[in-house]
């Protein structure tokens, strides 16, 4: 089974996306050998969600503090 892949990491610049393995930059075990993949929110942004069709379901938005439910 594939692993859940993160919508926001913290640091995605130190980690290589391009399988489900998610390698630190310095030790790559897929064989690519040249650079990394970078994780969508690198290149498109904090929204990246939004464009295309990912094939990943949206977390549900949180409920805004301070509001009861009712």
């Given at each position: 089974?594939?692993?859940k892949f993160p919508i926001h990491p913290s640091?995605?610049?130190?980690?290589?996306?391009?399988c489900d393995q998610y390698c630190p930059v310095d030790s790559m075990r897929c064989g690519n050998g040249s650079s990394?993949?970078?994780h969508p929110i690198e290149l498109l942004g904090d929204d990246w969600l939004e464009y295309g069709d990912w094939g990943i379901e949206a977390p549900?938005?949180?409920a805004p503090s301070g509001t009861t439910p009712g």
């Open positions: 089974m594939a692993k640091h995605p610049e130190r980690i290589c996306w391009g990394r993949t970078q549900p938005a949180p």
